[in-house]
């Protein structure tokens, strides 16, 4: 059993900055691919980047390559997200995510895959 908890959300202004951070219990973190998500009012949940079990593999989509960046220190059990150039539609809930997976290099970027879930997290770009 795997706890998600993520913080660093909050409002900030078109083009700010904002880092979110996500805390795993347990002493397996890192048997687990991270990935981070989010769900806007009205729209389905969708993927935002994953990271590989050691963080060698990374993968984002493609609305936010460039602009966020997902690490991981496994010696802290965190997975964070680094989300610079903020638009208004990054507006959002945020969630960290866990996934098993056999290999180290393997990064996971279904949904379904994902066994864990964070409570989410508000992030409000404003204009």
């Known amino acids: 059993q795997v706890q998600l908890v993520e913080s660093g959300g909050g409002v900030v202004q078109v083009g700010g900055s904002l880092r979110l951070s996500c805390v795993a219990s347990g002493r397996t973190f890192r048997n687990y691919a991270m990935g981070w998500f989010r769900q806007a009012p009205g729209k389905e949940r969708e993927f935002v980047a994953a990271?590989?079990?050691?963080?060698?593999?990374?993968n984002y989509a493609g609305s936010v390559k460039g602009r966020f960046t997902i690490s991981r220190d496994n010696a802290k059990n965190t997975v964070y997200l680094q989300m610079n150039s903020l638009k208004p539609e990054d507006t959002a809930v945020y969630y960290c995510a866990a996934a098993i997976v056999p290999l180290d290099t393997l990064v996971v970027i279904r949904t379904a895959q994902y066994t864990y879930w964070g409570q989410g997290i508000q992030v409000t770009v404003s204009s």
């Open positions: 990271i590989s079990r050691t963080g060698r593999s990374i």
